[in-house]
């Protein structure tokens, strides 16, 4: 059966030095997808998208975007950048005091992008049915999640990065997502286990306990995780 991956924010893949090459849900696709299978990468940085272009070149099933993917109904988007970040941009974001939080005495620059809302870009482009999903929108990536559509869309996987979260967004977020007929299950596919990972399944003793990750520091998610029931994976 064919499955689908999307990857919103997929940065520079595999292709940058700073994180020695390595990115978790690139890797993921790699090693997961095969010719029957579909994959659509959404960046909305252009300088990237050659690097992804080079990153998937050995795969023929890659469908690669530069778009600002957001939670509105916004059709050209600023983004915020500092040099000091470059080549590859890794904090550029709609959000610009996202980017002073990581470069406080950095210059500030921006572009414009086509902007397209996330269930708008599902409907266009990927469909109704999506087996993995990685959310790394580098500060709107709680926004994003609850614009989904959880009853149109069924999504397997939810893959989304947590540092950048404040309480009150992630136990939101863990509400929307149990009602929706998700549970938690640990670090997600970040590589630097920067990640949640939902699953659609209705597992009770991982929702009770996910209502407790608001609490649950990123220094202390490996101990927490740990009473995570993980089933077949």
């Known amino acids: 059966m064919k499955k689908v991956f999307v990857h919103l924010g997929g940065g520079a893949g595999d292709l940058d030095s700073r994180s020695n090459y390595r990115c978790g849900f690139t890797e993921l696709i790699k090693k997961k997808i095969t010719t029957e299978d579909e994959a659509f990468v959404v960046e909305a940085n252009p300088k990237n998208i050659n690097k992804l272009r080079e990153c998937y070149k050995n795969f023929k099933n890659i469908n690669i975007f530069n778009y600002a993917i957001n939670y509105?109904?916004?059709?050209?988007?600023?983004?915020?950048?500092?040099?000091?970040?470059?080549?590859?941009?890794?904090?550029?974001?709609?959000d610009i005091n996202h980017v002073k939080k990581h470069y406080p005495n950095s210059v500030i620059e921006s572009f414009k992008v086509k902007g397209l809302n996330i269930n708008e870009f599902f409907s266009k482009y990927v469909g109704e049915k999506i087996d993995y999903l990685s959310i790394d929108l580098e500060g709107i990536d709680y926004e994003v999640m609850m614009e989904i559509d959880l009853l149109r869309f069924q999504i397997e996987n939810i893959s989304i990065e947590h540092l950048h979260l404040n309480k009150s967004q992630k136990k939101n977020m863990v509400n929307y997502l149990?009602?929706?007929?998700?549970?938690?299950?640990?670090?997600?596919?970040?590589?630097?286990?920067?990640?949640?990972?939902?699953?659609?399944?209705?597992?009770?003793?991982?929702?009770?306990?996910?209502?407790?990750?608001?609490?649950?520091?990123?220094?202390?998610?490996?101990?927490?995780?740990?009473?995570?029931?993980?089933?077949?994976?």
């Open 178 to 233: 149990n009602k929706n007929g998700y549970s938690y299950f640990g670090n997600g596919y970040d590589h630097k286990n920067f990640d949640y990972l939902f699953k659609k399944e209705k597992i009770k003793w991982n929702r009770f306990l996910s209502n407790f990750l608001w609490l649950v520091s990123h220094k202390k998610i490996k101990y927490f995780n740990k009473f995570i029931f993980k089933g077949s994976e």
């Open 72 to 94: 509105n109904n916004s059709s050209l988007c600023e983004f915020f950048f500092t040099k000091d970040d470059a080549p590859h941009y890794q904090v550029c974001s709609l």
